[in-house]
């Protein structure tokens, strides 16, 4: 079983920094795809950043610019580098993998707030 463990999140003041991590059980060569979704109190799962296994990225709207996603595959772990963070980024940031026949995994879940 695949186990996702996302680290990093935390309290920050809106203009500052945080890269969160996923570090994945296995290799993370054998997932299509991975990224970072979240979760805000009332509001439905959403995405955040994919990178995929050839590295390309993709990001929403709402982050565009201001977040990076990346991948160290000796690692195994994806980060997602988040920068000029506003109110609006507060949320549950959860680790996403993707891979065939069609299975996803999750992780735990790692808190990010930004205050004022």
């Known amino acids: 079983q695949v186990q996702l463990v996302e680290s990093g999140g935390g309290l920050v003041q809106a203009g500052g920094s945080l890269r969160l991590s996923c570090a994945a059980s296995?290799?993370?060569?054998?997932?299509?795809?991975m990224g970072w979704y979240r979760q805000a109190p009332g509001k439905p799962r959403g995405l955040v950043a994919t990178?995929?296994?050839?590295?390309?990225?993709n990001y929403a709207d709402s982050v565009k610019g201001r977040f990076t996603i990346s991948r160290d595959n000796a690692k195994n772990t994806i980060y997602l580098q988040m920068n000029s963070l506003t109110p609006e980024d507060t949320a549950k940031y959860y680790c996403?993998?993707?891979?065939?026949?069609?299975?996803?995994?999750w992780g735990q879940g790692t808190q990010v707030t930004v205050s004022l």
């Open positions: 296995g290799s993370i060569e054998t997932f299509n795809n």
């Open positions: 990178i995929t296994r050839g590295g390309s990225t």
């Open positions: 996403n993998a993707f891979r065939l026949p069609p299975v996803t995994y």
